[in-house]
């Protein structure tokens, strides 16, 4: 049984195009799963409804999402609030708003505590100082009286995972949790995220538009293309061999490292993502693709699995050691 | 508390802070020592009438049309103007909180439902509706109390509907949904600390708005018969404007210094409380 088990997830507003379509996704403990694609293809929204927190406009029309095989979305608001921070944590983008600028960081963690654990305001305490050591935050005795204005951004992003793990959860959804944070603290949050996740076994699902973050800490990849899963498969093959044009564009697309001349200027997917009620019939990429084919427009493809995990949504799918 | 205390303590260096604070802490040790000061209370008959101020070295502020010292009724109206003005400015500050964080973070027909009648409450000149109430239901401090709330609340609640609509859009409200918290808990405890500020410095503004009410419903004849208040003295001295208008003016001039000190007090601490203005000094 998988941790978290998504299946033919589709999200919509009510008649109107749904916004997610046919994705399918799982996450094992111990495992990171790496969410990727453009701005607006469906990402966020797929990490709130697993939350069972969509805007109010939108819902799930469709679709299972299982947390250690019980259904998520017929639960009951009391139930459902119990599982959200005790069996699942979650980590935002900006750790500027992410936090109560005027509630202290020590009583933000025992807030949690609290609420799942019933700890006294002691035993709370104590664990949010082990918490805070734990996602290394040094003098952390010092720093539970501080506020939020008083930490740098990194601090703060490690207060927000110190909050997400409070009650040791099994499932943790980070959405963008370096975007906001430069290079250098990216890499330190990075690292402490992939630290934890050993230590504590979680199944981790990391969304994120950056390959290379991807390529550092997950263990599968799950490129999203307009609300639907366009290819899967372990990262070191995805990223060494994509098969879908598009995962393939968007490695193509990546900086090299290098302000030298001569380094070839960027690479770019041409055109950008249909909006959902504006996806064309057939492949919703094929306006973009550079192989598209007259079969593309008439039928829409599925996603092919294969045995070894890989699976791409392509009609004519790139081989071995060719580029789109 | 200890932030209470730091509040207190950056208010009185703000100048107009210190000002506002001291006139009030007066005006507060006056309604306190009323009737450890002038235990006959208010009412007793003690001189000559109409008494002119400084005519007589026995009531420095003179008497009224029956002889009542106006020193001890200024005491005692003191108590009554801080009593209503404070209770008023509080039930209209609870109602006008709780419809305001209720609206906003609900949102959807509850919003529109409260919004509704907030707007009704509105339309309604607030003096007027004031009079009404106390008209139907009969003067008594309870009901001038409640009358002057019911008439300030929307106000109350619109600032609070604003800056919970733009407070729940933040992360941390979704955080907090996400670990677990009850909405009830969200709004309460973690939204509303945050408005905080502007609820404060209106509270101030409400207390002096509130004093003026209940001044000038006593002035009409509206207060409550059974206590001295400052605008019971206008009230006598209504009928005296021509000879003795140091009857009006010994009460107005308590009025405006107490309303006043509690405008200052406001100014303050939008200053005080402003994080931006704080940073920048």
Same mark, same amino acid.
């Given at each position: 049984?998988?941790l978290? !088990?998504?299946?033919?997830?589709?999200?919509?507003? +009510?008649r109107a195009?749904?916004?997610?379509?046919?994705?399918?996704?799982?996450?094992?403990?111990?495992?990171t799963?790496?969410?990727?694609?453009?701005?607006?293809c469906?990402?966020?929204?797929?990490?709130?409804s697993?939350?069972?927190?969509?805007?109010e406009?939108?819902?799930?029309?469709?679709?299972?999402?299982?947390?250690?095989? #019980?259904?998520?979305?017929?639960?009951?608001?009391?139930?459902?609030? !119990?599982?959200?921070?005790e069996?699942?944590?979650?980590?935002?983008q900006?750790?500027?708003?992410?936090l109560?600028?005027?509630?202290?960081?020590?009583?933000?963690?025992?807030?949690v505590?609290?609420? /799942?654990?019933?700890?006294? #305001?002691?035993?709370?305490r104590?664990?949010?100082?082990?918490?805070?050591?734990l996602?290394?935050?040094?003098?952390?005795?010092?720093?539970?009286?501080?506020?939020? /204005?008083?930490?740098?951004?990194?601090?703060?992003q490690?207060?927000?995972i110190?909050?997400?793990?409070?009650?040791?959860?099994?499932?943790?959804?980070?959405?963008?949790?370096?975007?906001?944070?430069?290079?250098?603290?990216?890499?330190?949050?990075?690292?402490?995220?992939? #630290?934890?996740?050993?230590?504590?076994?979680?199944?981790?699902?990391f969304?994120t !538009?950056?390959?290379?973050?991807?390529?550092?800490?997950?263990d599968?990849?799950?490129?999203?293309?307009?609300?639907?899963?366009v290819?899967?498969?372990r990262?070191?093959?995805?990223?060494?061999?994509?098969? /879908?044009?598009?995962?393939?564009?968007?490695?193509?697309?990546?900086?090299? +490292?290098?302000?030298?001349?001569?380094?070839?200027?960027?690479?770019?997917?041409?055109?950008?993502?249909?909006?959902?009620?504006?996806?064309?019939? +057939?492949?919703?990429?094929?306006?973009?693709?550079?192989?598209? !084919?007259?079969?593309?427009?008439?039928?829409?493809?599925a996603?092919?699995?294969?045995?070894?995990?890989?699976?791409?949504?392509? /009609?004519?799918?790139l081989?071995?050691g060719?580029?789109? | 508390?200890?932030g209470?205390?730091?509040?207190?303590?950056?208010?009185?260096?703000?100048?107009?802070? @210190?000002?506002?604070?001291?006139?009030?802490?007066?005006?507060?040790?006056?309604?306190?020592?009323?009737?450890?000061?002038?235990?006959?209370?208010?009412?007793?008959?003690?001189?000559?009438?109409?008494?002119w101020?400084?005519?007589?070295?026995?009531?420095?502020?003179g $008497?009224?049309?029956?002889?009542?010292?106006?020193?001890?009724?200024?005491?005692?109206?003191?108590?009554?103007?801080? *009593?209503?003005?404070?209770?008023?400015?509080?039930?209209?500050l609870?109602?006008?909180?709780?419809?305001?964080a209720?609206?906003?973070?609900?949102?959807?027909?509850?919003d529109?439902? @409260?919004?509704?009648? $907030?707007?009704?409450f509105? $339309?309604?000149?607030?003096? *007027?509706?004031s009079?009404?109430?106390?008209?139907?239901?009969?003067?008594?401090?309870?009901?001038? $109390?409640?009358?002057?709330?019911?008439?300030?609340?929307?106000?109350?609640a619109?600032?609070?509907?604003?800056?919970? *609509?733009?407070?729940?859009?933040y992360?941390?409200v979704?955080?907090?949904?996400?670990?677990?918290?009850?909405?009830?808990?969200?709004?309460?405890?973690?939204?509303?600390?945050?408005?905080?500020a502007?609820?404060i410095?209106?509270a101030?503004?409400?207390v002096?708005?509130?004093i003026?009410?209940?001044?000038?419903l006593?002035f009409?004849?509206?207060?409550?018969?059974?206590?001295?208040?400052?605008?019971?003295?206008?009230?006598?001295?209504?009928q005296?404007?021509?000879?003795?208008?140091?009857?009006?003016?010994?009460?107005?001039?308590?009025?405006?210094l107490t309303?006043?000190?509690l405008?200052?007090?406001g100014?303050?601490?939008?200053?005080?409380?402003?994080?931006r203005?704080?940073?920048?000094?």
């Amino acid at each position: 049984m998988s941790l978290l !088990h998504i299946d033919n997830l589709r999200i919509g507003p +009510g008649r109107a195009a749904p916004i997610v379509e046919e994705l399918t996704l799982s996450v094992e403990r111990g495992e990171t799963v790496g969410l990727v694609g453009e701005s607006g293809c469906g990402k966020s929204l797929t990490a709130l409804s697993i939350m069972g927190l969509l805007p109010e406009n939108l819902r799930v029309r469709e679709g299972r999402i299982r947390l250690e095989g #019980q259904e998520i979305q017929s639960l009951p608001q009391r139930r459902l609030r !119990h599982l959200r921070g005790e069996k699942m944590g979650m980590i935002f983008q900006e750790p500027l708003t992410a936090l109560n600028p005027v509630m202290s960081i020590g009583s933000q963690i025992t807030e949690v505590l609290r609420t /799942h654990r019933g700890l006294s #305001q002691r035993a709370a305490r104590d664990r949010a100082l082990d918490l805070l050591t734990l996602v290394k935050i040094p003098d952390a005795e010092a720093r539970l009286d501080d506020y939020p /204005h008083q930490m740098s951004g990194g601090m703060r992003q490690r207060v927000v995972i110190a909050i997400a793990l409070a009650c040791s959860p099994s499932l943790l959804i980070a959405d963008e949790p370096t975007t906001a944070l430069d290079v250098t603290v990216q890499a330190q949050i990075l690292r402490l995220l992939k #630290q934890l996740q050993r230590e504590e076994n979680l199944g981790l699902l990391f969304i994120t !538009h950056d390959l290379g973050v991807v390529r550092q800490v997950a263990d599968r990849i799950v490129v999203m293309y307009a609300g639907s899963v366009v290819e899967e498969g372990r990262v070191d093959a995805v990223l060494d061999a994509p098969r /879908h044009p598009y995962t393939a564009g968007l490695i193509a697309a990546r900086p090299q +490292g290098s302000f030298a001349a001569g380094t070839p200027r960027l690479a770019d997917i041409a055109g950008s993502v249909p909006a959902p009620d504006a996806r064309p019939d +057939g492949c919703v990429f094929r306006a973009r693709c550079p192989r598209a !084919h007259p079969r593309c427009a008439a039928e829409r493809p599925a996603l092919d699995r294969a045995a070894s995990g890989r699976a791409v949504r392509c /009609h004519f799918p790139l081989t071995e050691g060719e580029t789109a | 508390m200890r932030g209470a205390l730091s509040l207190l303590g950056r208010l009185a260096r703000h100048p107009s802070g @210190l000002v506002g604070l001291v006139l009030i802490v007066i005006i507060v040790a006056m309604s306190a020592l009323a009737g450890f000061l002038y235990p006959d209370g208010p009412w007793t008959m003690a001189g000559p009438p109409r008494l002119w101020p400084g005519a007589d070295p026995r009531f420095p502020l003179g $008497t009224d049309t029956f002889g009542r010292d106006l020193i001890p009724a200024l005491f005692y109206g003191a108590r009554v103007s801080l *009593l209503v003005g404070v209770s008023a400015a509080a039930a209209a500050l609870v109602i006008g909180t709780v419809v305001g964080a209720v609206a906003g973070y609900w949102g959807g027909w509850v919003d529109d439902a @409260l919004m509704r009648l $907030t707007d009704a409450f509105q $339309t309604v000149p607030n003096f *007027l509706l004031s009079i009404a109430i106390v008209g139907i239901i009969g003067a008594s401090l309870p009901v001038i $109390t409640f009358a002057i709330a019911i008439v300030a609340w929307p106000m109350i609640a619109r600032l609070v509907r604003a800056d919970v *609509l733009r407070l729940r859009t933040y992360d941390f409200v979704q955080s907090c949904k996400i670990i677990g918290m009850s909405d009830l808990r969200i709004v309460f405890q973690q939204i509303l600390p945050n408005c905080l500020a502007p609820i404060i410095v209106t509270a101030s503004v409400l207390v002096a708005n509130s004093i003026i009410v209940e001044a000038s419903l006593a002035f009409l004849g509206l207060g409550d018969p059974n206590v001295m208040s400052w605008g019971t003295i206008l009230n006598i001295g209504r009928q005296e404007l021509r000879n003795g208008w140091y009857l009006t003016a010994v009460p107005a001039v308590a009025l405006v210094l107490t309303v006043m000190s509690l405008n200052l007090i406001g100014d303050a601490l939008n200053d005080v409380l402003n994080p931006r203005l704080k940073e920048r000094k």
